[in-house]
């Protein structure tokens, strides 16, 4: 089995806890996120998945200090595609009605593992419940590569692993994403030090909201902020080029994932 995870985390959030002594003041702020984000995003999916006949499951995996990390099993690329625009979407919702006048943003990442080998579920019995209820954790070198990409995330846009962005331009649907390949960079213990594609994701037909200081500090929000989709060629030849690596320098084989239904 294949999982999605989507990790949304909030930008700013040190200094804007460190701005109240009492704590009340900032408390409110994150109860509301924990709460309502996942609602928000669960009615998303659901109008993603209007016309499909069912709606698939995002459950909330764990929360990590001001992140949440969401878990889904698409069973198609299509379905995947729609799970993140409903979280890219549900990051700008959220943003317009409880951060517009906070100084707080939200920025997401989504990566894949893999649970045919390399990576393995753990249930927790000392976390467990009754009645079924079941903690489960997920441990392996797939997940290890995803909270290093979030080290790529920045606000208003989704970065993904090479792997996700791999199946969202095999999509049927992939026309609805847009995809820019910023660059790379070395992700500390993955990849034997390869320079990572930092790939960032929006709607198709929107542009990045980054706000003027954001491009002054950061070089690739500045050249994100200037440039149009990239080609598919492009994301391609990023994929390829690292799958070439691994296999020609390190012996390791790391093709396209199959998910569910996608053969």
């Given at each position: ?82 799970m993140l625009l409903a979280l890219f979407r549900t990051m700008n919702a959220y ?73 969202v331009i095999a999509a049927d649907n992939a026309g609805e994403a847009a995809l820019h390949l910023i660059g ?80």
């Amino acid at each position: 089995m294949v999982r999605l995870f989507l990790s949304v985390d909030m930008a700013g959030s040190t200094q804007f806890k460190a701005r109240f002594t009492d704590g009340g003041s900032w408390l409110d702020t994150f109860r509301t996120f924990f709460t309502n984000f996942p609602l928000m995003l669960a009615g998303q999916i659901g109008f993603a998945f209007l016309d499909e006949g069912e709606t698939p499951s995002v459950e909330v995996w764990k929360v990590m200090g001001d992140e949440v990390i969401f878990v889904a099993s698409p069973e198609r690329p299509e379905a995947l595609v729609n799970m993140l625009l409903a979280l890219f979407r549900t990051m700008n919702a959220y943003e317009e009605r409880y951060l517009e006048d906070l100084p707080l943003r939200l920025k997401g990442t989504a990566w894949l593992a893999d649970f045919g080998g390399r990576n393995i579920e753990l249930e927790i019995p000392e976390l467990s419940g009754g009645e079924g209820v079941r903690a489960i954790d997920f441990i392996g070198p797939d997940l290890d590569l995803g909270f290093r990409v979030t080290k790529f995330a920045r606000p208003a846009c989704l970065a993904l692993s090479f792997d996700v962005a791999d199946l969202v331009i095999a999509a049927d649907n992939a026309g609805e994403a847009a995809l820019h390949l910023i660059g790379a960079e070395e992700l500390k213990g993955v990849m034997f030090g390869r320079p990572y594609p930092i790939i960032w994701m929006l709607e198709a037909g929107t542009d990045f909201n980054f706000m003027p200081w954001e491009i002054e500090q950061c070089p690739h929000m500045a050249k994100a902020a200037t440039m149009p989709p990239s080609p598919v060629s492009d994301i391609e030849r990023a994929i390829g080029n690292m799958r070439l690596y691994l296999r020609k320098m390190h012996g390791v084989d790391r093709p396209r994932l199959k998910l569910g239904n996608s053969g």
